[in-house]
């Protein structure tokens, strides 16, 4: 299999994303999972221009890495000056790394109109950059930035300043498809000029944006033309709509089109890489992402699931399993009953299609979504609500009352409500408080705080998403709500649904189900330890 080099800048390129911000530890936290993903370079910030950046850089130098190599990134030096009188050159090699990522301009426009300097004082700048870093020890990898406009624009002038990298001693030229606008055509011709003019010099390399959905297509595409060093963001976020999404690219190469970006053996690890870099950047692994996200192998037609599990391949391009991923069977008003089975058999295997159980399971889903439950995604309490049915579940703790107070004025600045809950566990009483963002955060404080003592693993439950869905509009402040609630130990991800007309019991439910199913998941993982 031919070898494509990946470099991953989910901590420079991936934290310019809206909302989007890495402590030092975050970072550190980052560089360790890609690492054991098999990623074999990650961009990790730019030392000059952001102080934090420099920090964890100098942290890096305590952590052994076991194949990633580090990068900082960087601009060529500024106009006018000596390398070595550039503070971002001299940061960049303060950073330490072997691996060093330089962008300089392409588009004569840029040149001219925004750094404010000739053509040719910019070619200096590109070459007498790449060499500086380079006689210094450093391997320079070198950032065509506009490159795809500036092969439209200005032609011959593109191709000089990738002629000055060489002439530096870059070892990669990487092209980027900065505005993400190109179409797979435009980006095809340009890649394949460049690699027949120095594809024989150096590595040429490719780095899109995502503002016309192609940043995949169009970084597969420049693969094929012979770039052999992709740059992306593990999962695809980024400035504006994003970069090229590295969880779908990598998968892409190596089970479809025969290249190795990662270890043959690391694949499988794909999935639950991505799950814990979600969690260390605080965002919602989006469920719809091919590969890895929760809905990648979801199945709700009864049709297509008869189907898939007389042979999966009769809607599924892969088998979950060899990306860490796993196959779902939706809940809904047209799943049929082995659908329903299956997914009693896997915590009740004993549970046959025949048993009259079943019949009546169906029943009192069927009753529940009637009354505005769904448990399509909301596996979490379909699950409790089988083995309720099945005898096979006992209540963690008995709830006496909660109360929440959301009133205006606030309780004090800066807490929007607090909420108190009586609580019983073993016949021993715990009542306590919690203030919180809403009533619901308060409450769901208030709840882990009772339930701490007893059960310690209920500290590692968070909250990751929140939906709320008013089911009868027409009946305004009198309709029902349904809640959903998405909650994570770090580990696992699962969905409780409750439905009340009064918008917190709804939540009370759906919170309390997510901390019973979790305790409940932890005791069978124990068991099967011990067995």
Request: charged share 25%; proline share 3%; aromatic share 8%.
């Amino acid at each position: 299999m031919k070898k494509i080099e990946i470099l991953d800048s989910t901590l420079r390129d991936g934290a310019q994303g809206e909302g989007i911000s890495y402590s030092v530890q975050d970072k550190i936290h980052i560089c360790q999972t890609l690492d054991e993903l098999g990623i074999g370079y990650i961009e990790a910030g730019n030392p000059g221009s952001n102080p934090k950046d420099m920090e964890f850089f100098q942290e890096m130098k305590k952590v052994q890495l076991k194949t990633a190599k580090l990068c900082a990134f960087g601009s060529t030096r500024r106009k006018d000056i000596k390398c070595a009188e550039d503070s971002n050159l001299q940061s960049l090699l303060a950073a330490g790394t072997d691996y060093v990522v330089i962008f300089g301009k392409t588009w004569d426009f840029q040149v001219t109109d925004i750094i404010k300097t000739t053509l040719e004082e910019n070619l200096n700048m590109i070459r007498e950059t790449c060499e500086f870093l380079r006689e210094n020890g450093r391997t320079v990898f070198y950032d065509a930035e506009h490159f795809f406009t500036a092969y439209q624009q200005c032609h011959d002038y593109a191709f000089k300043t990738l002629q000055a990298a060489v002439d530096g001693g870059a070892e990669v030229l990487c092209l980027c498809e900065t505005k993400g606008g190109f179409m797979i055509d435009e980006l095809r011709e340009a890649v394949k000029d460049v690699v027949k003019t120095f594809g024989n010099k150096v590595k040429i390399g490719i780095h899109t944006h995502n503002d016309s959905g192609l940043a995949v297509a169009n970084s597969l595409v420049a693969v094929t033309e012979g770039a052999v060093h992709v740059q992306g963001v593990l999962l695809g976020f980024g400035e504006r709509t994003g970069n090229a999404n590295l969880s779908t690219i990598i998968p892409d190469l190596q089970l479809k089109m025969g290249y190795e970006c990662i270890p043959e053996e690391n694949i499988k690890n794909l999935t639950s890489i991505c799950k814990r870099v979600s969690e260390i950047t605080n965002v919602s692994l989006n469920s719809q992402l091919p590969y890895v996200g929760a809905s990648a192998f979801a199945h709700k037609a009864g049709m297509h699931i008869d189907a898939v599990l007389k042979n999966p391949s009769a809607y599924e391009h892969i088998s979950p399993d060899t990306v860490g991923n796993s196959r779902v069977f939706l809940m809904s008003e047209v799943a049929g009953r082995s659908t329903i089975i299956e997914k009693i058999q896997k915590f009740a295997p004993h549970v046959q299609k025949s048993d009259p159980i079943v019949k009546d399971i169906i029943a009192k889903m069927k009753d529940l979504e009637m009354n505005g439950y769904q448990f399509e995604g909301a596996d979490g309490s379909f699950e409790l609500m089988v083995r309720k049915m099945l005898a096979q579940y006992q209540p963690f703790f008995k709830l006496h009352y909660y109360q929440t107070n959301g009133s205006n004025p606030r309780p004090e600045e800066g807490v929007a409500s607090c909420a108190q809950i009586k609580v019983e566990v073993d016949g021993q009483i715990e009542i306590t408080a919690g203030e919180g963002d809403g009533p619901v955060n308060a409450l769901d404080i208030a709840l882990r705080k009772a339930l701490e003592r007893f059960y310690p693993a209920v500290s590692r439950i968070r909250l990751v998403d929140f939906k709320v869905r008013v089911l009868d509009g027409k009946s305004a402040t009198a309709s029902k709500v349904r809640v959903i609630i998405e909650s994570t130990d770090g580990e696992a991800s699962w969905t409780t649904v409750g439905v009340s007309g009064d918008l917190i019991e709804a939540c009370w439910i759906a919170l309390s189900d997510s901390f019973e199913f979790k305790l409940i998941r932890d005791i069978e993982k124990r068991y099967k330890r011990l067995n």
